[in-house]
């Protein structure tokens, strides 16, 4: 699956963005998807994952409360919506397919990164 990442762009602290992340080639609702981010300097991690039909989800701790996952399946894209901003969520923010099982996300089980898109967040 070719997976294209948009919505990110430079905002000051307390507002908001929405990330979207476009899946075309296989089946997009076939897969368990997620959000990583990679700020300068810092190893990629996980921000939120989200499960085939849309109702498990998982968040990082310090983005709970803030930061939503939903997906819509009919038309390929699954969403990030990013409330509350804080200087700490600048990075590289990326989707991928996660693996899920038994009530645990696999974040390194596939390979479909797209090209990112970078949120700026200024104090």
């Known amino acids: 699956v070719q997976l294209v990442e948009t919505g990110g762009g430079l905002v000051q602290a307390g507002e908001s963005l929405r990330l979207a992340c476009l899946g075309a080639?296989?089946?997009?609702?076939?897969?368990?998807m997620g959000w990583f981010r990679q700020a300068p300097g810092k190893e990629r991690e996980p921000v939120a994952t989200?499960?085939?039909?849309?109702?498990?989800?998982y968040y990082i701790e310090p983005v709970k409360g803030r930061f939503t996952i939903s997906r819509d399946n009919a038309m390929n894209t699954m969403y990030l919506q990013m409330n509350n901003l804080e200087p700490e969520d600048t990075a590289v923010y990326y989707c991928?397919?996660?693996?899920?099982?038994?009530?645990?996300?696999?974040?390194?089980?596939?390979?479909?990164w797209g090209q990112g898109t970078r949120v700026t967040v200024s104090s």
């Open positions: 080639g296989r089946t997009f609702r076939d897969f368990h």
């Open positions: 991928n397919a996660v693996g899920y099982r038994f009530g645990t996300w696999m974040m390194n089980q596939y390979d479909y």
């Open positions: 989200i499960s085939q039909n849309g109702e498990d989800r």
